[in-house]
Protein backbone atom coordinates (compact mmCIF):
# COMPACT_ATOMS: atom_id res chain seq x y z
CA UNK A 1 0.00 0.00 0.00
CA UNK A 2 1.45 3.40 -0.94
CA UNK A 3 2.00 6.29 1.56
CA UNK A 4 -0.52 8.52 -1.18
CA UNK A 5 -2.82 5.66 0.17
CA UNK A 6 -2.06 5.94 3.45
CA UNK A 7 -2.67 9.57 3.52
CA UNK A 8 -6.19 9.73 1.88
CA UNK A 9 -7.46 6.68 4.29
CA UNK A 10 -6.15 7.90 7.63
CA UNK A 11 -7.44 11.77 7.03
CA UNK A 12 -4.22 12.95 9.82
CA UNK A 13 -2.60 15.07 7.07
CA UNK A 14 -5.47 16.74 5.46
CA UNK A 15 -6.72 17.51 9.14
CA UNK A 16 -3.28 18.89 9.94
CA UNK A 17 -3.32 20.56 6.42
CA UNK A 18 -6.63 22.50 7.52
CA UNK A 19 -4.86 23.55 10.94
CA UNK A 20 -1.95 25.12 10.10
CA UNK A 21 -3.91 27.09 7.19
CA UNK A 22 -6.38 28.19 9.68
CA UNK A 23 -2.99 29.08 12.09
CA UNK A 24 -1.49 31.16 8.91
CA UNK A 25 -3.86 33.00 8.09
CA UNK A 26 -4.32 34.82 11.20
CA UNK A 27 -0.67 35.16 11.43
CA UNK A 28 -0.52 36.86 8.16
CA UNK A 29 -3.16 39.08 9.29
CA UNK A 30 -1.56 39.73 12.59
CA UNK A 31 2.03 40.39 10.88
CA UNK A 32 0.43 42.65 7.78
CA UNK A 33 -1.01 44.79 10.54
CA UNK A 34 2.73 45.68 11.33
CA UNK A 35 4.09 45.86 8.33
CA UNK A 36 1.46 48.59 7.53
CA UNK A 37 2.07 50.50 10.58
CA UNK A 38 5.35 52.23 9.63
CA UNK A 39 3.86 53.52 6.95
CA UNK A 40 0.05 53.86 7.40
CA UNK A 41 -0.30 53.83 11.36
CA UNK A 42 -2.19 51.27 13.29
CA UNK A 43 -5.30 52.73 13.61
CA UNK A 44 -8.71 51.43 13.41
CA UNK A 45 -9.21 52.11 9.70
CA UNK A 46 -5.90 50.47 8.57
CA UNK A 47 -7.25 47.34 10.69
CA UNK A 48 -10.76 47.64 8.75
CA UNK A 49 -8.84 47.21 5.22
CA UNK A 50 -7.12 44.22 6.70
CA UNK A 51 -9.51 42.60 7.68
CA UNK A 52 -11.91 43.23 5.08
CA UNK A 53 -9.67 42.79 2.43
CA UNK A 54 -8.61 39.45 3.72
CA UNK A 55 -12.16 38.54 3.86
CA UNK A 56 -12.75 38.97 0.35
CA UNK A 57 -9.57 36.84 -0.44
CA UNK A 58 -11.63 33.96 1.99
CA UNK A 59 -14.78 34.41 0.56
CA UNK A 60 -13.38 33.75 -2.98
CA UNK A 61 -11.17 31.03 -2.32
CA UNK A 62 -14.34 29.14 -0.28
CA UNK A 63 -15.99 29.74 -3.64
CA UNK A 64 -13.53 28.86 -6.44
CA UNK A 65 -12.04 26.11 -3.80
CA UNK A 66 -15.07 24.68 -4.01
CA UNK A 67 -15.77 24.59 -7.44
CA UNK A 68 -11.92 23.43 -8.02
CA UNK A 69 -12.83 20.82 -5.48
CA UNK A 70 -15.50 18.75 -7.30
CA UNK A 71 -13.31 18.78 -10.75
CA UNK A 72 -10.01 17.31 -9.03
CA UNK A 73 -9.44 13.77 -8.16
CA UNK A 74 -6.40 13.84 -5.83
CA UNK A 75 -5.23 16.69 -3.48
CA UNK A 76 -2.24 17.47 -5.99
CA UNK A 77 -3.55 21.11 -7.12
CA UNK A 78 -4.59 22.20 -3.44
CA UNK A 79 -0.63 21.31 -2.15
CA UNK A 80 0.61 23.55 -5.17
CA UNK A 81 -1.84 26.29 -4.18
CA UNK A 82 -0.27 25.80 -0.59
CA UNK A 83 3.40 25.93 -2.16
CA UNK A 84 2.69 29.05 -3.76
CA UNK A 85 0.83 30.51 -1.04
CA UNK A 86 3.58 30.29 1.27
CA UNK A 87 6.65 31.49 -1.38
CA UNK A 88 4.40 34.56 -1.56
CA UNK A 89 3.88 34.80 2.12
CA UNK A 90 7.58 34.58 2.30
CA UNK A 91 8.16 37.08 -0.08
CA UNK A 92 6.33 39.60 1.57
CA UNK A 93 9.37 41.21 3.79
CA UNK A 94 11.83 41.09 0.89
CA UNK A 95 9.79 42.99 -1.33
CA UNK A 96 6.73 44.26 0.81
CA UNK A 97 7.73 47.63 2.04
CA UNK A 98 9.10 48.64 -1.57
CA UNK A 99 5.42 48.67 -2.90
CA UNK A 100 4.18 49.82 -0.05
CA UNK A 101 6.36 53.05 -0.40
CA UNK A 102 5.49 52.79 -4.53
CA UNK A 103 1.87 52.88 -3.72
CA UNK A 104 1.87 55.85 -1.20
CA UNK A 105 4.26 57.60 -3.82
CA UNK A 106 2.22 57.24 -6.61
CA UNK A 107 -1.19 58.02 -4.83
CA UNK A 108 0.53 61.36 -3.04
CA UNK A 109 0.71 63.07 -6.92
CA UNK A 110 -2.09 61.53 -8.07
CA UNK A 111 -5.26 61.89 -5.36
CA UNK A 112 -6.05 64.12 -2.54
CA UNK A 113 -8.48 62.93 -0.48
CA UNK A 114 -8.73 59.75 1.39
CA UNK A 115 -5.05 59.08 1.10
CA UNK A 116 -4.54 56.63 3.65
CA UNK A 117 -7.38 54.25 2.82
CA UNK A 118 -6.27 54.00 -0.97
CA UNK A 119 -2.86 53.52 0.00
CA UNK A 120 -3.11 50.86 2.53
CA UNK A 121 -6.11 48.98 0.99
CA UNK A 122 -4.20 48.74 -2.64
CA UNK A 123 -1.01 47.33 -0.08
CA UNK A 124 -3.50 44.62 0.94
CA UNK A 125 -4.92 43.75 -2.02
CA UNK A 126 -1.60 43.62 -4.17
CA UNK A 127 0.81 41.51 -0.77
CA UNK A 128 -2.25 39.89 0.73
CA UNK A 129 -5.20 39.14 -0.98
CA UNK A 130 -3.28 36.74 -3.55
CA UNK A 131 -1.72 34.27 -1.11
CA UNK A 132 -4.85 34.35 1.33
CA UNK A 133 -7.08 33.61 -1.52
CA UNK A 134 -5.32 30.20 -2.12
CA UNK A 135 -5.48 29.10 1.46
CA UNK A 136 -9.24 30.11 1.33
CA UNK A 137 -9.63 27.17 -1.25
CA UNK A 138 -7.95 24.81 1.93
CA UNK A 139 -11.62 24.10 3.96
CA UNK A 140 -13.77 23.74 0.85
CA UNK A 141 -11.06 21.08 -1.06
CA UNK A 142 -10.06 19.05 2.13
CA UNK A 143 -14.19 18.45 2.58
CA UNK A 144 -14.09 17.11 -0.61
CA UNK A 145 -11.08 14.88 -0.26
CA UNK A 146 -11.22 13.86 3.83
CA UNK A 147 -15.28 12.71 3.11
CA UNK A 148 -15.29 9.05 1.93
CA UNK A 149 -18.75 8.26 3.08
CA UNK A 150 -21.61 10.46 2.77
CA UNK A 151 -22.93 10.23 6.14
CA UNK A 152 -20.02 11.61 7.52
CA UNK A 153 -20.16 15.14 5.89
CA UNK A 154 -21.25 16.54 8.55
CA UNK A 155 -19.08 15.60 11.38
CA UNK A 156 -15.85 15.65 8.90
CA UNK A 157 -16.74 19.16 8.03
CA UNK A 158 -16.98 19.85 11.81
CA UNK A 159 -13.61 18.61 12.58
CA UNK A 160 -12.18 20.15 9.84
CA UNK A 161 -14.24 23.69 10.97
CA UNK A 162 -12.59 22.69 14.45
CA UNK A 163 -8.76 22.30 13.26
CA UNK A 164 -9.48 25.48 11.60
CA UNK A 165 -10.34 27.24 14.18
CA UNK A 166 -8.05 26.02 16.66
CA UNK A 167 -5.45 26.73 14.45
CA UNK A 168 -6.65 30.16 13.93
CA UNK A 169 -6.73 31.22 17.58
CA UNK A 170 -2.97 29.89 18.04
CA UNK A 171 -2.02 31.87 14.84
CA UNK A 172 -3.97 35.05 16.77
CA UNK A 173 -2.15 35.08 20.07
CA UNK A 174 1.11 33.23 19.12
CA UNK A 175 2.11 36.54 16.77
CA UNK A 176 1.16 38.88 19.20
CA UNK A 177 2.43 37.91 22.14
CA UNK A 178 6.01 35.31 20.98
CA UNK A 179 6.73 36.03 17.16
CA UNK A 180 6.50 39.56 16.62
CA UNK A 181 7.89 40.54 20.09
CA UNK A 182 10.79 38.23 19.88
CA UNK A 183 11.92 38.08 16.36
CA UNK A 184 10.28 40.28 14.76
CA UNK A 185 7.43 40.90 11.82
CA UNK A 186 9.74 39.49 8.98
CA UNK A 187 10.88 36.24 10.24
CA UNK A 188 7.21 36.25 11.62
CA UNK A 189 5.85 35.72 7.69
CA UNK A 190 8.68 33.63 7.11
CA UNK A 191 8.36 30.87 10.01
CA UNK A 192 4.35 30.84 9.16
CA UNK A 193 5.39 30.47 5.50
CA UNK A 194 8.11 28.11 6.33
CA UNK A 195 5.37 26.09 7.59
CA UNK A 196 2.83 26.17 4.55
CA UNK A 197 5.55 25.53 2.83
CA UNK A 198 6.98 21.94 4.82
CA UNK A 199 2.72 20.96 4.71
CA UNK A 200 3.27 20.71 0.94
CA UNK A 201 6.83 18.97 0.57
CA UNK A 202 5.80 16.55 2.65
CA UNK A 203 2.57 15.77 0.66
CA UNK A 204 4.46 16.16 -2.61
CA UNK A 205 7.72 13.48 -1.02
CA UNK A 206 5.30 10.86 0.07
CA UNK A 207 2.66 10.49 -3.16
CA UNK A 208 4.01 9.41 -6.63
CA UNK A 209 3.26 13.04 -8.17
CA UNK A 210 6.00 14.77 -9.99
CA UNK A 211 8.08 16.55 -7.45
CA UNK A 212 9.18 19.92 -9.52
CA UNK A 213 6.57 22.16 -7.72
CA UNK A 214 8.10 20.91 -4.39
CA UNK A 215 11.74 21.76 -5.20
CA UNK A 216 11.12 24.78 -6.90
CA UNK A 217 8.53 26.57 -3.85
CA UNK A 218 12.10 25.30 -1.57
CA UNK A 219 14.37 27.37 -3.38
CA UNK A 220 12.32 30.36 -3.44
CA UNK A 221 11.64 30.42 0.07
CA UNK A 222 14.93 29.79 0.24
CA UNK A 223 15.54 33.23 -1.44
CA UNK A 224 13.22 34.54 0.36
CA UNK A 225 14.58 33.66 3.59
CA UNK A 226 18.18 34.82 3.21
CA UNK A 227 17.16 38.06 1.96
CA UNK A 228 13.81 39.08 3.21
CA UNK A 229 14.72 40.14 6.72
CA UNK A 230 18.07 42.21 5.98
CA UNK A 231 16.72 46.05 5.48
CA UNK A 232 14.81 48.54 7.77
CA UNK A 233 11.03 49.44 7.89
CA UNK A 234 12.23 52.86 7.12
CA UNK A 235 14.60 51.71 4.59
CA UNK A 236 15.44 55.54 3.19
CA UNK A 237 17.25 55.91 6.64
CA UNK A 238 20.73 55.09 7.67
CA UNK A 239 20.86 56.25 11.31
CA UNK A 240 19.25 53.97 12.62
CA UNK A 241 20.43 53.37 16.13
CA UNK A 242 17.47 50.73 16.97
CA UNK A 243 15.03 49.47 15.58
CA UNK A 244 12.23 46.75 16.85
CA UNK A 245 8.84 45.40 17.66
CA UNK A 246 6.67 44.97 20.93
CA UNK A 247 3.75 43.86 21.82
CA UNK A 248 2.13 47.61 21.19
CA UNK A 249 4.44 49.36 18.84
CA UNK A 250 6.91 49.06 15.80
CA UNK A 251 9.69 51.29 17.76
CA UNK A 252 12.73 53.20 15.88
CA UNK A 253 15.63 54.85 17.64
CA UNK A 254 17.57 57.61 15.56
CA UNK A 255 20.60 59.53 16.53
CA UNK A 256 21.72 62.81 15.47
CA UNK A 257 24.62 64.97 15.89
CA UNK A 258 21.97 67.13 17.59
CA UNK A 259 19.32 65.01 19.07
CA UNK A 260 18.23 61.07 19.71
CA UNK A 261 14.30 60.30 18.52
CA UNK A 262 12.16 57.89 19.31
CA UNK A 263 9.59 57.55 16.17
CA UNK A 264 6.57 54.65 17.12
CA UNK A 265 4.11 52.90 14.07
CA UNK A 266 4.62 55.26 11.64
CA UNK A 267 8.53 55.66 10.74
CA UNK A 268 8.43 59.71 9.82
CA UNK A 269 7.09 60.77 13.04
CA UNK A 270 8.66 62.36 16.44
CA UNK A 271 7.13 59.99 19.24
CA UNK A 272 9.75 61.52 21.81
CA UNK A 273 12.91 63.86 21.35
CA UNK A 274 15.91 64.15 23.70
CA UNK A 275 17.84 67.57 22.19
CA UNK A 276 21.94 67.00 23.13
CA UNK A 277 22.95 70.27 23.65
CA UNK A 278 19.74 72.16 24.98
CA UNK A 279 17.06 71.74 27.24
CA UNK A 280 14.28 72.91 24.93
CA UNK A 281 13.56 70.86 22.01
CA UNK A 282 11.83 73.88 20.54
CA UNK A 283 8.56 71.20 20.37
CA UNK A 284 5.14 70.97 21.66
CA UNK A 285 6.76 69.42 24.91
CA UNK A 286 8.04 73.69 25.59
CA UNK A 287 4.70 75.26 25.44
CA UNK A 288 3.27 72.41 27.58
CA UNK A 289 6.15 73.26 30.53
CA UNK A 290 3.46 76.54 30.78
CA UNK A 291 1.08 73.98 32.78
CA UNK A 292 3.49 73.39 35.91
CA UNK A 293 3.90 77.52 35.86
CA UNK A 294 -0.24 78.00 36.39
CA UNK A 295 -0.56 76.11 39.30
CA UNK A 296 -0.09 77.83 42.68
CA UNK A 297 3.10 75.71 44.32
CA UNK A 298 6.51 75.68 43.68
CA UNK A 299 6.32 71.69 44.03
CA UNK A 300 3.66 70.42 41.79
CA UNK A 301 2.74 67.03 41.08
CA UNK A 302 2.95 65.74 37.91
CA UNK A 303 1.42 62.68 36.32
CA UNK A 304 2.12 61.97 32.50
CA UNK A 305 -0.27 60.20 30.60
CA UNK A 306 1.87 58.63 27.45
CA UNK A 307 5.59 58.97 28.97
CA UNK A 308 7.35 58.25 26.01
CA UNK A 309 10.96 58.40 26.86
CA UNK A 310 10.35 60.80 29.61
CA UNK A 311 11.40 64.27 27.25
CA UNK A 312 8.55 66.18 29.02
CA UNK A 313 9.28 65.05 32.85
CA UNK A 314 13.21 65.36 31.94
CA UNK A 315 11.84 69.56 31.05
CA UNK A 316 10.00 69.58 34.56
CA UNK A 317 13.00 68.48 36.56
CA UNK A 318 15.58 70.78 35.13
CA UNK A 319 12.52 74.01 34.95
CA UNK A 320 10.92 72.99 37.67
CA UNK A 321 13.40 70.88 40.68
CA UNK A 322 11.00 70.76 43.04
CA UNK A 323 8.05 69.06 41.11
CA UNK A 324 7.75 65.07 41.74
CA UNK A 325 6.89 63.83 37.86
CA UNK A 326 5.42 60.27 37.21
CA UNK A 327 4.95 58.78 33.90
CA UNK A 328 2.16 56.54 32.04
CA UNK A 329 3.38 54.20 29.17
CA UNK A 330 1.38 51.17 28.09
CA UNK A 331 4.10 49.63 26.33
CA UNK A 332 7.24 48.54 28.82
CA UNK A 333 9.50 48.22 25.67
CA UNK A 334 9.72 52.13 25.01
CA UNK A 335 10.25 52.63 28.57
CA UNK A 336 13.36 50.39 28.82
CA UNK A 337 14.23 52.42 25.44
CA UNK A 338 13.69 55.88 27.42
CA UNK A 339 16.43 54.31 30.16
CA UNK A 340 19.05 52.80 27.24
CA UNK A 341 18.92 55.46 24.66
CA UNK A 342 17.50 58.42 26.36
CA UNK A 343 18.85 58.60 29.96
CA UNK A 344 15.99 59.20 31.43
CA UNK A 345 16.69 59.35 35.09
CA UNK A 346 15.62 56.11 37.33
CA UNK A 347 14.33 58.35 40.24
CA UNK A 348 11.12 59.26 37.82
CA UNK A 349 8.74 56.15 38.38
CA UNK A 350 6.97 54.88 35.26
CA UNK A 351 3.88 52.57 35.56
CA UNK A 352 2.88 50.39 32.61
CA UNK A 353 -0.30 50.63 32.22
CA UNK A 354 -3.33 51.90 30.03
CA UNK A 355 -3.83 56.13 31.04
CA UNK A 356 -7.59 55.73 31.91
CA UNK A 357 -6.79 52.25 33.43
CA UNK A 358 -4.49 53.96 35.48
CA UNK A 359 -6.50 56.44 36.50
CA UNK A 360 -9.66 53.81 37.10
CA UNK A 361 -7.19 52.58 39.65
CA UNK A 362 -5.77 55.22 40.93
CA UNK A 363 -6.65 57.35 44.25
CA UNK A 364 -3.75 59.76 43.95
CA UNK A 365 -4.61 63.55 42.75
CA UNK A 366 -2.01 65.69 41.26
CA UNK A 367 -1.29 69.20 40.24
CA UNK A 368 -0.81 68.76 36.83
CA UNK A 369 -1.47 65.98 34.56
CA UNK A 370 -0.54 65.96 31.21
CA UNK A 371 -2.19 64.02 28.25
CA UNK A 372 0.21 62.84 25.90
CA UNK A 373 -1.04 59.96 23.68
CA UNK A 374 -2.51 61.23 20.39
CA UNK A 375 -0.15 60.28 17.61
CA UNK A 376 -1.58 61.42 13.59
CA UNK A 377 -4.57 59.58 13.67
CA UNK A 378 -3.75 56.92 15.85
CA UNK A 379 -5.97 58.48 18.61
CA UNK A 380 -7.23 56.37 21.52
CA UNK A 381 -10.77 56.83 21.36
CA UNK A 382 -11.35 55.88 25.25
CA UNK A 383 -8.74 58.96 26.24
CA UNK A 384 -10.55 61.42 23.66
CA UNK A 385 -13.69 61.61 25.54
CA UNK A 386 -16.22 63.15 28.11
CA UNK A 387 -15.96 60.56 30.56
CA UNK A 388 -11.84 60.57 30.16
CA UNK A 389 -12.04 63.68 30.84
CA UNK A 390 -14.30 64.10 33.66
CA UNK A 391 -11.69 61.27 35.12
CA UNK A 392 -8.64 63.22 34.24
CA UNK A 393 -10.65 66.28 36.12
CA UNK A 394 -11.56 64.04 39.29
CA UNK A 395 -7.48 63.48 39.55
CA UNK A 396 -6.68 67.46 39.94
CA UNK A 397 -6.03 68.91 42.87
CA UNK A 398 -7.76 72.23 43.79
CA UNK A 399 -6.20 74.87 41.33
CA UNK A 400 -4.97 71.72 39.23
CA UNK A 401 -4.14 71.95 35.48
CA UNK A 402 -4.69 69.83 32.40
CA UNK A 403 -2.50 70.03 29.12
CA UNK A 404 -3.16 68.06 26.17
CA UNK A 405 -0.83 67.53 23.67
CA UNK A 406 -2.92 68.00 20.25
CA UNK A 407 -1.21 66.57 16.98
CA UNK A 408 -2.22 67.10 13.09
CA UNK A 409 -3.89 70.64 14.04
CA UNK A 410 -5.01 72.64 10.53
CA UNK A 411 -5.70 76.32 10.37
CA UNK A 412 -8.92 75.15 7.94
CA UNK A 413 -12.05 73.34 8.87
CA UNK A 414 -12.76 71.60 11.45
CA UNK A 415 -10.44 69.51 12.59
CA UNK A 416 -9.83 66.49 15.43
CA UNK A 417 -8.40 68.89 17.95
CA UNK A 418 -11.70 70.98 17.21
CA UNK A 419 -13.48 68.01 18.31
CA UNK A 420 -11.62 67.11 21.53
CA UNK A 421 -11.44 71.20 22.55
CA UNK A 422 -15.12 70.91 22.66
CA UNK A 423 -15.26 67.86 23.95
CA UNK A 424 -13.02 68.41 27.20
CA UNK A 425 -15.21 72.48 27.35
CA UNK A 426 -18.22 70.08 28.42
CA UNK A 427 -16.04 69.09 31.53
CA UNK A 428 -13.95 72.49 32.33
CA UNK A 429 -15.35 75.80 32.13
CA UNK A 430 -11.76 77.74 31.01
CA UNK A 431 -10.02 76.26 28.43
CA UNK A 432 -7.43 77.84 26.22
CA UNK A 433 -5.66 76.77 23.23
CA UNK A 434 -1.93 77.91 21.34
CA UNK A 435 -0.80 76.82 18.26
CA UNK A 436 2.68 75.44 18.27
CA UNK A 437 4.82 77.67 15.78
CA UNK A 438 6.55 75.33 12.85
CA UNK A 439 4.65 72.09 13.41
CA UNK A 440 0.96 71.15 13.51
CA UNK A 441 0.52 70.52 17.01
CA UNK A 442 -1.61 72.44 19.15
CA UNK A 443 -1.37 72.53 23.13
CA UNK A 444 -4.90 72.56 25.39
CA UNK A 445 -4.70 74.00 28.96
CA UNK A 446 -7.80 73.29 31.17
CA UNK A 447 -8.77 74.19 34.59
CA UNK A 448 -11.60 74.52 36.99
CA UNK A 449 -10.30 77.60 38.10
CA UNK A 450 -10.57 80.34 35.71
CA UNK A 451 -8.39 82.86 37.33
CA UNK A 452 -5.22 80.99 37.10
CA UNK A 453 -4.16 81.27 33.34
CA UNK A 454 -4.68 85.18 33.10
CA UNK A 455 -1.77 85.31 36.18
CA UNK A 456 0.46 82.58 35.63
CA UNK A 457 3.71 84.35 34.49
CA UNK A 458 3.77 87.35 36.60
CA UNK A 459 3.49 85.14 39.32
CA UNK A 460 6.21 83.00 38.34
CA UNK A 461 8.52 84.64 36.61
CA UNK A 462 11.96 83.85 38.56
CA UNK A 463 15.65 85.18 38.36
CA UNK A 464 18.05 83.18 36.30
CA UNK A 465 15.43 81.82 34.07
CA UNK A 466 15.79 83.81 31.45
CA UNK A 467 14.98 80.69 28.65
CA UNK A 468 11.75 79.99 30.57
CA UNK A 469 10.34 83.54 31.18
CA UNK A 470 10.56 83.57 27.62
CA UNK A 471 8.94 81.07 26.81
CA UNK A 472 6.03 81.12 29.11
CA UNK A 473 5.55 84.95 27.65
CA UNK A 474 5.19 82.98 24.39
CA UNK A 475 2.96 80.64 25.53
CA UNK A 476 0.63 83.66 27.44
CA UNK A 477 0.93 85.79 23.76
CA UNK A 478 -0.67 82.90 21.98
CA UNK A 479 -3.25 81.82 24.69
CA UNK A 480 -6.94 81.68 23.14
CA UNK A 481 -10.16 80.50 24.89
CA UNK A 482 -11.80 78.13 23.52
CA UNK A 483 -15.41 78.63 23.37
CA UNK A 484 -16.94 75.22 22.98
CA UNK A 485 -19.03 74.53 20.64
CA UNK A 486 -21.43 70.64 19.50
CA UNK A 487 -18.28 68.40 18.58
CA UNK A 488 -18.32 65.54 21.36
CA UNK A 489 -17.08 62.78 22.00
CA UNK A 490 -18.32 60.09 24.41
CA UNK A 491 -17.88 56.68 25.22
CA UNK A 492 -20.76 55.63 22.80
CA UNK A 493 -19.80 57.86 20.05
CA UNK A 494 -16.10 59.08 19.29
CA UNK A 495 -15.08 58.78 15.59
CA UNK A 496 -11.45 60.04 16.20
CA UNK A 497 -10.17 58.00 13.27
CA UNK A 498 -12.49 58.76 10.73
CA UNK A 499 -12.37 62.69 11.77
CA UNK A 500 -8.16 62.03 11.82
CA UNK A 501 -8.32 60.92 8.71
CA UNK A 502 -9.83 63.66 7.02
CA UNK A 503 -7.37 66.10 9.36
CA UNK A 504 -5.00 64.11 7.81
CA UNK A 505 -6.21 64.67 3.80
CA UNK A 506 -6.42 68.62 4.46
CA UNK A 507 -2.62 68.56 5.32
CA UNK A 508 -1.44 66.54 2.57
CA UNK A 509 -3.62 68.07 0.09
CA UNK A 510 -1.51 71.22 0.75
CA UNK A 511 1.46 68.90 0.65
CA UNK A 512 0.99 67.30 -2.43
CA UNK A 513 -0.02 70.74 -4.55
CA UNK A 514 3.74 71.30 -4.51
CA UNK A 515 4.78 67.70 -5.50
CA UNK A 516 1.80 67.71 -8.41
CA UNK A 517 3.45 70.83 -9.74
CA UNK A 518 6.58 68.88 -9.78
CA UNK A 519 5.22 66.07 -11.78
CA UNK A 520 3.35 68.26 -14.44
CA UNK A 521 6.49 70.31 -14.80
CA UNK A 522 9.24 67.63 -14.75
CA UNK A 523 7.71 64.42 -14.78
CA UNK A 524 8.34 61.21 -12.35
CA UNK A 525 11.89 61.42 -11.76
CA UNK A 526 12.00 65.30 -10.38
CA UNK A 527 8.92 63.70 -7.69
CA UNK A 528 11.60 61.22 -6.79
CA UNK A 529 14.35 63.62 -6.67
CA UNK A 530 12.77 65.31 -4.25
CA UNK A 531 11.39 62.89 -2.12
Known sequence: MSMKVDLMQSKW??????????????????????LLAPYFSSSQIVWTIIIGTIMIAMALGNLFGGKWADKDETPTKLFRRILIAAVWIAAIPLVGKYIIVGITGLLVVTISTNLLIWASFLACMILFVFPLFLLGTVTPSLVRFTVSNVKETGSIAGRLGACNTVGSIIGTFLPTFVTIPTVGTAVTFLLFAGILLIIGILYFIFTDTRKTSAAIALVLFTVCGLFGNN??????????????????NYLQVRDTEEETILSTNVAMIVQ??????????????????????????????????GMGTGTYAEQCMTYYPDATSKG?????????????YFDLPEEIPVETFDGRAYLNADDQKYDVIM??????????????????????R????????????M??????????????????????PDVRVVDVPHNSNRELFATMDESIMDT?????????????????DDVKAGLTRWNGGDHIFTDDKAPVELIGMRTLDDILGQMTVFYKQVLEEQGLSGVLDRI
Open 13 to 34: YLYLTEFFSGMAVMAVELGASR
Open 231 to 248: DSFAFWRDDLTYEGESVY
Open 272 to 305: SIKPKNATLTGMYYDYALAAPAMVEKDDPSILIL
Open 328 to 340: VEIDEAITDLAHT
Open 371 to 392: VDAYQDITIPFQMSTQEFFTLV
Open 394 to 405: DHLNPGGVMVVN
Open 407 to 428: SMHTTEGEDSSTYISDTISTVF
Open 456 to 472: FVSEKTREGDEELNTLL
